[in-house]
């Protein structure tokens, strides 16, 4: 089964990331794509407990049967470091290297040199980049760009960080989240 593992802290889910998962698993041809979202990011400070964050992502994917979340992360507890979710979820999922991929975003990967192990992370699956505007890839260190893929996919501006302050200056994020997860920002007041 060839699989996508899209790890973050999805705080909250919005829609550039199922139109990314979607338009990646029909270019890619994955089976299925994992959300694996982020008990404690360690470049990132979510806003919302891990559990709301599930919750909402639940809500975001449903009904989608490519689509599935693991909890492996928060499973786990502590600072989510990738190289420990992808060994964690290759034995798991009872996948090889070749048939097990992690999506990131070219903004992570200016500081992919950076993350706990990033070596072992090419060496374990395949690394699948959407590229976000203003990458270069001369910026990037030339052991990593060798081992890494380039999704062949649009680009959509949106972000969870712009949502959050679309949503405290009580703008609208209507056609930014489902509106399941609209619904469920707005009940249980988060981002307030």
Not at 5 to 18: E, K
Not at 150 to 159: G, K, L, V, Y
Request: charged share 25%.
């Amino acid at each position: 089964m060839k699989v996508c593992l899209f790890g973050g802290t999805f705080d909250p889910p919005h829609i550039g990331h199922l139109l990314i998962a979607q338009t990646l698993c029909e270019a890619e041809k994955f089976d299925k794509i994992f959300f694996v979202p982020a008990n404690e990011s360690p470049n990132k400070n979510a806003f919302t407990e891990p559990k709301t964050r599930v919750e909402m992502l639940k809500l975001a994917v449903e009904g989608n049967p490519n689509f599935e979340i693991s909890d492996n992360e928060i499973k786990r507890g502590g600072i989510s470091y990738t190289i420990d979710t992808i060994r964690s979820l290759k034995s798991e999922l009872k996948t090889n290297g070749e048939q097990l991929h992690y999506l990131i975003g070219s903004d992570c990967l200016l500081d992919f040199h950076n993350w706990k192990e990033p070596k072992a992370i090419l060496e374990e699956c395949q690394v699948v980049v959407a590229i976000r505007p203003g990458f270069r890839p001369s910026d990037i260190p030339a052991w990593i760009l060798h081992k890494i893929h380039f999704a062949n996919i649009p680009r959509f501006e949106i972000s969870s960080t712009n949502i959050r302050k679309r949503w405290v200056e009580n703008k609208t994020i209507r056609y930014m989240v489902t509106l399941p997860v609209w619904e469920f920002i707005d009940q249980h007041k988060l981002y307030n």
